[in-house]
DNA sequence: TCGAGACGGAACGGTTCCGTCTCGTCTATG
DNA sequence: CATAGACGAGACGGAACCGTTCCGTCTCGA
């Protein structure tokens, strides 16, 4: 019984760190487990999340199907596990000293994370997925939307401070316009961006923010 | 001359019109060909796409799968052909008089179709699927995104003909900002929206048209 | 009246996947 | 060096669907 704490074993660490069948917090140190997330992730954009099968991932991971079981119980489980792990980073703040410095950094991120080929792919694909299985809209709000929603607000935040945005800017309104124009193109209708797209689209948020 | 051609058969109908097996054209007026598109959309929003079963279509209608396959050849054949028949209504162009009012009655139209809870939870699982499967993401563009691009379109150069916007407005940002932030607050994330939602997004949009 | 054909229903063999379990191998710790 | 434990591989029974085929019934138009 390896993974699960082994209450009783000596004092020192119990051999390496294995992964874990509960939800509680990413590991992925082990290269069999790097291996199983790497091979999901794959196997969710090509086939998406309703018919993943785990003998699939398994097999391209080469991996026995008892080593993913021996992680998690379910896919479910696995799904909320590693997505939430991957989202994680939230990474800095970016303040660049203007709004429209801001937000273009803020559309930058975002369109970046869009333009990983897998990941344009497997977000739509668990989004949707998300309207049918609570626990994974759950996990996907938690760990992508209010991450980013945090960085939205303070972006908004700097701008009030600076004086480049009245108090009451309508921060519900901002965040939709930040977020829904260019996830609209990149992930919906999958439109080529020009090379100038995100600072033409950074001039025309600003201008919507201070109507 | 509803279902096949039937080149030799004498001057009045054949009998009623059956479906169809080919694509071309969307029929629907067996009462049985009803309750199966009506069951398919319904087993659609349940299930989601990937996972839609043609037997638990069938069962849902009352019907066999016999019924079904009578009529289509495949679930995407069938997925294409109703999807394209309830897509196709185009509506009317809603010239109301000023930018403002045109884009509101656009983000009211978008919204009323976002709000209807089996499309907000078929439209992004259809979008999802479609990463995967080109008949049925060609099947969306033509049917639904080309549509609203033609109503968006016409009612920027209605703008654009009055002098409310310059000739050279940018149709591709205004296009994107037309769609994305009511898809994202009403598909992606489920955010609530307040009564005057739609009147204070337009007023932003409007803004950032002029920007 | 009678035949054509669509109907609901049920069963068919063939896949695919699940979650469990058993092999024999490999490796690292003790 | 011995051995415990994780490993890859894959067989297993059970379940769900697929797409097809067959019933016996019912409703038409000829």
């Known amino acids: 019984m390896p993974a699960t704490p082994a209450p009783q074993s000596p004092p020192p660490a119990p051999g390496r760190p294995p992964g874990r069948r509960l939800p509680g ?10 291996a199983i997330a790497a091979a ?18 398994a097999k391209r991971a080469g ?3 008892a080593a993913i079981y021996r992680r998690w119980a379910s896919k479910l489980e696995m ?14 703040p ?26 344009a792919r497997i977000i739509p694909d668990l989004i949707a997925e ?5 626990e994974l809209a759950e ?26 945005l009245p108090a009451a800017v309508d921060r519900e309104l901002a965040l939709d316009l930040l977020a829904g124009p260019l996830y609209w193109r990149l992930a919906v209708v999958h439109t080529p961006t020009a090379p100038d797209h995100l600072d033409r689209l950074a001039d025309k948020l600003v201008a919507a923010f201070r109507a």
């Not at 410095?101 to 803020?106: E, N, T």
């Not at 996907?140 to 004086?163: E, I, P, Q, S």
């Open 79 to 92: 799904t909320v596990d590693l997505v939430s792990a991957v989202a994680v980073d939230a990474s800095g």
């Open 63 to 65: 991996a026995g199907k």
């Open 139 to 164: 996990a996907l709000f938690t760990a992508v939307r209010d991450t980013r929603r945090g960085k939205a607000t303070r972006l908004l935040d700097r701008a009030v401070d600076r004086g480049e």
């Open 94 to 119: 970016a303040d660049t000293g203007s709004l429209r410095g801001d937000v273009l950094a803020f559309l930058a991120e975002v369109a970046h994370a869009l333009n990983q080929p897998l990941a």
């Open 40 to 57: 999901f992730f794959e196997e969710l954009a090509a086939t998406g999340y309703a018919r993943l099968s785990l003998e699939a991932v």
């Open 130 to 134: 998300g309207g049918r299985t609570p």
């Open 25 to 34: 917090g990413p590991v992925l140190q082990d290269s069999v487990t790097e």
